[in-house]
């Protein structure tokens, strides 16, 4: 079992920056993928970032490349996504998952989500 807390979150002007955490605790959490998603209203969920158990390797969606920093410690059990030059479009609730595969296998955990809003 795994389980993940997430902070961070809120409101920011466009342009401005973010950074969400996700607090990893339970069995063998550095052996776990870990992504990030974020679903708009009346959209579908979708893949934002995500990095790998070792944290060798990292992904990027396009929808964020260039704007979006994922890194993970962990020491410390936890993922941090850095967002930057945040756009409207970027409004959503974000979350957290775990994946004991790749970073593009099934999710085994999902963190609780949380609110970014972007106003221009």
Known sequence: QVHLEQSGGGLVQAGGSLRLSCAASGRSVSSYAIDWFRQAPGKDRELVAGISASGDTTTV????????????????????????????????????????????????????????TVSS
Do not use: F, H
Request: hydrophobic content about 35%; aromatic content about 8%.
């Open 61 to 116: 969606s396009g929808i964020v490349k260039g704007r979006a920093i994922i890194s993970r410690d962990n020491a410390k059990n936890t993922i941090t996504l850095q967002m930057n030059n945040l756009e409207p479009e970027d409004t959503a609730v974000y979350y957290c998952a775990a994946l004991s595969g790749s970073i593009w296998s099934q999710v085994d955990y999902w963190g609780q989500g949380t609110q970014v």
